[in-house]
């Protein structure tokens, strides 16, 4: 256990930092469940896929290629469907949603876990910046192309990170997504984190305004030397990969928060909210601006209606 684990302990759930992704779903049989998660290849994705197929549950593992949704899915055993989901390419995701359909399967959870972090150059996709569009727009289009195969009480899981609390002081830069007036990896990314964080709110609301028993939530898994670090320089990895043993997750701990969130029935009474270590955590005042997050849904849905 990491000296961070130590101080923290464990929250109401009665989990914490150093819960596992095994042990929040220990005693759950989730056979017959189906489950899709993106980014299902690498680091939290795999071992989250690992865990729930563990636990008996049906996982639609979508990953970049048919290749690599395959080549994970052999690995980790159990019941896996491989779909294919390029999340900076609108029409991939669409082909994701047809092929997810083609299967006729209601899903009791959709996790959009994939993400990139941190590119040191600025980049568009259809003219907006990199990582909000793979992060939130490409799983914008994933979701809500599957509302209506979701179950009635199924859930939507986002990752997003505490990250999200070095966002731009104005929160989501409405005039700036295409990152031409600034641009810095670090602030993309936390950037596009509370656009998750935002997405999961609003789309938590819309849930409860429905009357739906749906429920949405947004993560933080904690810090986890995955390959999600790839982009990071010299210093900041000497520093990470050199202090991790103090203050870093291990990759089963850092899945816990997820598959918690997707799987584990108190979790129902948590709609729309900020979880971090298994437990509700508390996000900042612009990952909570219920006002920014409806107008951030409004404008994705322009983004989207526009690459059609
Ligand atoms: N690790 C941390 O400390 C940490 C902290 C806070 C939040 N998070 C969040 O946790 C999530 C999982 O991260 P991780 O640490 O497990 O990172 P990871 O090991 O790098 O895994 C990221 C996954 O996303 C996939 N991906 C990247 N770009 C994609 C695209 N354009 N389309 C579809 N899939 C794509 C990757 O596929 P390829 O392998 O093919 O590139 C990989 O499967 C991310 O959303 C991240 O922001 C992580």
């Known amino acids: ?15 914490g930092w150093s819960s ?8 759950l049989d989730l056979t017959g469940r189906n489950i899709l998660i993106t980014g299902c290849n690498s680091g939290l994705g795999l071992e989250t896929m690992r865990v729930l197929v563990e636990r008996g549950a049906t996982v639609f593992a ?22 294919v989901c390029e999340l900076s390419d609108p029409t991939s995701v669409r082909a994701c949603v047809d092929e997810v359909r083609g299967h006729g399967r209601r899903l009791d959870a959709i996790i959009c876990n994939a993400g990139i972090m941190a590119l040191p150059e600025r ?27 979701l179950t009635d009480d199924g859930r939507v899981v986002v990752l997003s990170s505490d990250a999200h609390r070095t966002a731009p002081r104005a929160g989501i830069e409405f005039g700036n997504l295409t990152a031409e007036k600034s641009y810095g990896g670090w602030k ?10 935002l997405f999961a709110r609003e789309l938590g609301r819309r849930f409860a305004e429905a009357g ?15 390959n999600l670090t790839r982009h990071m320089n010299a210093v900041a990895r000497f520093t990470w990969t050199t202090l991790g043993p103090l203050f870093l997750k291990s990759v089963p701990e850092g899945a816990a928060t997820q598959v918690w969130a997707a799987v584990h029935p108190d979790v129902a009474r948590h709609n729309g909210e900020y979880l971090a270590d298994c437990n509700v955590g508390k996000s900042t005042k612009n990952g909570a601006d ?16 526009q690459l059609a």
């Open 212 to 226: 739906s028993k749906r429920t949405a939530t947004a993560v933080h898994p904690g810090p986890i030397d995955t």
């Open 1 to 15: 256990m990491s000296i961070s684990g130590l101080i923290k302990g464990s929250g109401a759930s009665g989990f």
């Open 290 to 305: 219920a006002e920014m997050a409806r107008r951030l849904w409004e404008e994705t849905e322009r983004i989207v209606e």
């Open 123 to 149: 980049e568009l996709l259809f003219g907006y910046e990199k990582q909000f569009f793979t992060n939130h727009v490409g799983h914008f289009i994933l979701v809500t192309g599957l509302l209506d195969q």
């Open 62 to 83: 979508a990953a970049r290629s048919r290749e690599k949704a395959e080549a994970a899915g052999a690995e980790v055993g159990g019941e896996t469907i491989a779909v």
């Open 20 to 27: 596992t992704a095994a042990g929040v779903t220990e005693g």
């Open 188 to 197: 993309a990314y936390s950037h596009s984190k509370l656009a998750n964080l």
